[in-house]
């Protein structure tokens, strides 16, 4: 689980890595950018799913009419996405700070929710959080670490079960879940920018358009060997393949999701936020501020 803390240190929670900023640390982190010095925003697969989203023919009709058309309940979360800007839709949304669905800004969408972190009582800034689900506990420090975790367990235990019980239970998912356990950004980086470079480079030949992409470089032989021009050729059409199935199915939702739902027997399931049809969004306890930038913890 990954976190990003907020001004007034409330605490985003993602299930896969979120954009680096330049306030982050990323020695400790285990995601891997997707080529050498690649900007701090490519290193997510988030950054990804709204790329595939600005690649969708569909999608781009409905930010055109401003959020009508077919995909207009997949507009209500993502907005208007045909800005280069990614990280000010990430905190700021695809929305007019007019609009009634402002809230539902990039990283809102694929958090599993916000609250405050465990605090010292002496905390200045617990007085500001009365009332947001907490209880005060004294805990000794002077014991044993593992001790001390199971008593906090076997206190908390009956407090969260009757919460439970009187409220049910708050499952942590997103609006938009990461369909993939282990998403590879290099992956996705090849497939966006294969078809990228099909759309701006449309009369291009295909081995010119493999060799733009850097394909032909990786096999051996040139373009009079039979057996190297399959080999790229085989390559770069796995590459647009893959990226026409991503924005196909993040039409859908979905990310990154290679399934052909259009072969028999095939079923979506859909993420929460479009499992019911939404007439009005519901207006999250926390709405984020013009001047919140997260940062890593």
Not at 19 to 28: C, E, M, Y
Not at 179 to 191: D, H
Request: proline letters at 6%; glycine letters at 6%.
């Amino acid at each position: 689980m990954y976190e990003k803390m907020l001004y007034g240190r409330r605490v985003l929670y993602f299930r896969y890595a979120p954009p680096v900023t330049n306030l982050d640390d990323t020695s400790a982190r285990d995601t891997q950018p997707p080529y050498p010095n690649a900007p701090g925003y490519m290193w997510s697969v988030y950054y990804y799913w709204w790329a595939f989203l600005r690649l969708s023919e569909r999608y781009k009709q409905c930010c055109d009419n401003a959020g009508e058309g077919e995909l207009a309940d997949l507009y209500t979360y993502f907005g208007d996405v045909r800005s280069d800007d990614f990280m000010r839709w990430w905190t700021k949304g695809g929305h007019t700070r007019e609009s009634k669905l402002r809230m539902h800004t990039g990283r809102r969408l694929f958090s599993q929710g916000v609250r405050y972190p465990i605090r010292e009582i002496n905390d200045p800034m617990l007085d500001k959080e009365l009332g947001a689900d907490r209880i005060v506990l004294s805990i000794p420090i002077g014991t044993d670490l593992k001790r001390m975790t199971a008593e906090f367990q076997q206190l908390m235990r009956p407090i969260v079960e009757d919460r439970i019980r009187a409220f049910g239970e708050k499952k942590g998912e997103a609006l938009f879940e990461v369909t993939s356990k282990n998403p590879s950004l290099k992956s996705l980086y090849k497939s966006l920018t294969a078809w990228e470079a099909k759309q701006n480079f449309p009369n291009l030949k295909q081995y010119e358009l493999a060799k733009k992409l850097g394909i032909t470089a990786a096999f051996s032989g040139d373009e009079g060997d039979v057996n190297h021009k399959i080999a790229v050729s085989t390559e770069l059409k796995r590459r647009l393949d893959k990226a026409k199935l991503l924005i196909r199915n993040v039409e859908r939702g979905r990310f990154p999701d290679f399934t052909d739902y259009e072969k028999p027997g095939k079923l979506v399931e859909l993420p929460r936020a479009l499992r019911d049809k939404v007439t009005k969004p519901m207006k999250p306890v926390f709405e984020t501020e013009d001047f919140e930038e997260p940062t890593l913890i």
